[in-house]
């Protein structure tokens, strides 16, 4: 077998407290990447100082420059001569000194063009990051195709920005990230390798931390976000299905979990809910909102500089 040429990628600002360990993690990695590339989009702290002490390639950006789409495909353009491409976030910390090639692994023996690993969540999450993570990131491995589209919707077209590779060459064909969405570049992404007679993957032995405890009103801006994308991006609504089902499918296993034992956090889990399906809906109708209303309303606010 030949061996691939693989590249990893990491856009940061701010890095904080965890970025010392995610470095040490990657460290530890028993797969020897070719190149690893940070893209820092002007940092005030040490993130940029402390990552080139690890020997790592750093690019700076202007914060206006960042966009979830055109900023991973400048890391596309910067990595040369590879076959795949591993997009991480900074606070997905590597779970195992093995999981950069388990996920290789499995994207070179599934003959898939994406596959994205499995997340723990982190040691500070709350029960309802946890479920999160548990719902969406199960424990057994699979490979979606064109094919099981009218067996699993929407959830055809999941994968994680936070961790994910890619095949340089089938990204590049579907024309790389999409530069004008809010987010889920790499939901666009999958949509478009699916579409394009392509397969995308999901590898449970291949691990990270990586969880949020959300405030409400950052539920609402979250989901208010992804609203935006889903009415801009409607052509993946209609080809692969509504999300609101998979939403009411994650609530009610939501509600198993918490029964019998956090019965007293049900008012509240009813509560996020609600501000995430209101987000939702608001996002949906952002075209008659004006646009210093979608700023406020938005977790991914510098979006709203550039598009209207």
């Given at each position: 077998?030949?061996?691939?040429?693989?590249?990893?990628?990491?856009?940061?600002?701010?890095?904080?407290?965890?970025?010392?360990?995610?470095?040490?993690?990657?460290?530890?990695?028993?797969?020897?990447?070719?190149?690893?590339?940070?893209?820092?989009?002007?940092?005030?702290?040490?993130?940029?100082?402390?990552?080139?002490?690890?020997?790592?390639?750093?690019?700076?950006?202007?914060?206006?420059?960042?966009?979830?789409?055109?900023?991973?495909?400048?890391?596309?353009?910067?990595?040369?001569?590879?076959?795949?491409?591993?997009?991480?976030?900074q606070?997905a910390?590597?779970?195992?000194d093995?999981?950069?090639?388990?996920?290789?692994?499995?994207?070179?023996?599934?003959?898939?063009s994406?596959?994205?690993?499995?997340?723990?969540?982190?040691?500070?999450?709350?029960?309802?990051?946890?479920?999160?993570?548990?719902?969406?990131?199960?424990?057994?491995?699979?490979?979606?195709?064109?094919?099981?589209?009218?067996?699993?919707?929407?959830?055809?077209?999941?994968?994680?920005?936070?961790?994910?590779?890619?095949?340089?060459?089938?990204?590049?064909?579907?024309?790389?990230?999409?530069?004008?969405?809010?987010?889920?570049?790499?939901?666009?992404?999958?949509?478009?390798l699916?579409?394009?007679?392509?397969?995308?993957?999901?590898?449970?032995?291949?691990?990270?931390?990586?969880?949020?405890?959300?405030?409400?009103?950052?539920?609402?801006?979250?989901?208010?976000?992804?609203?935006?994308?889903?009415?801009?991006?409607?052509?993946?609504?209609?080809?692969?299905?509504?999300?609101?089902?998979?939403?009411?499918r994650?609530?009610?296993?939501?509600?198993?979990?918490?029964?019998?034992?956090?019965?007293?956090?049900?008012?509240?889990?009813?509560?996020?809910?609600?501000?995430?399906?209101?987000?939702?809906?608001?996002?949906?109708?952002?075209?008659?909102?004006?646009?210093?209303l979608?700023?406020?309303?938005?977790?991914?606010?510098?979006?709203?500089?550039?598009?209207?």
């Amino acid at each position: 077998m030949i061996k691939l040429k693989v590249g990893l990628c990491v856009p940061t600002l701010n890095a904080g407290e965890r970025w010392s360990t995610w470095l040490d993690a990657l460290k530890e990695q028993t797969f020897s990447l070719d190149q690893i590339l940070v893209i820092d989009s002007m940092s005030d702290d040490n993130t940029v100082a402390l990552a080139e002490s690890y020997g790592i390639n750093c690019v700076k950006i202007n914060r206006s420059e960042f966009n979830h789409g055109g900023t991973r495909n400048r890391a596309l353009s910067l990595l040369k001569g590879l076959d795949v491409v591993i997009f991480m976030t900074q606070d997905a910390i590597l779970a195992s000194d093995t999981s950069i090639e388990q996920l290789v692994d499995f994207l070179d023996d599934s003959g898939a063009s994406a596959v994205y690993g499995k997340q723990l969540p982190h040691d500070d999450a709350d029960i309802l990051a946890i479920h999160a993570r548990q719902y969406n990131y199960k424990d057994e491995s699979y490979v979606y195709s064109e094919a099981d589209i009218p067996r699993c919707g929407i959830k055809t077209v999941f994968l994680s920005n936070s961790f994910a590779a890619y095949r340089k060459d089938d990204l590049l064909s579907v024309g790389g990230f999409p530069e004008d969405v809010i987010l889920a570049e790499d939901s666009y992404v999958a949509a478009k390798l699916i579409l394009a007679g392509k397969k995308v993957g999901y590898c449970a032995s291949s691990v990270v931390f990586h969880s949020h405890n959300y405030t409400l009103m950052e539920e609402f801006k979250r989901y208010f976000d992804i609203g935006v994308f889903h009415t801009r991006q409607d052509w993946i609504r209609k080809r692969f299905g509504v999300a609101e089902g998979e939403g009411l499918r994650s609530v009610v296993s939501e509600l198993r979990l918490m029964f019998p034992r956090y019965l007293y956090l049900i008012p509240y889990a009813f509560l996020k809910t609600l501000f995430k399906y209101a987000g939702y809906r608001a996002g949906l109708k952002e075209a008659i909102l004006p646009r210093k209303l979608k700023y406020f309303l938005s977790m991914h606010r510098g979006f709203w500089f550039s598009k209207g």
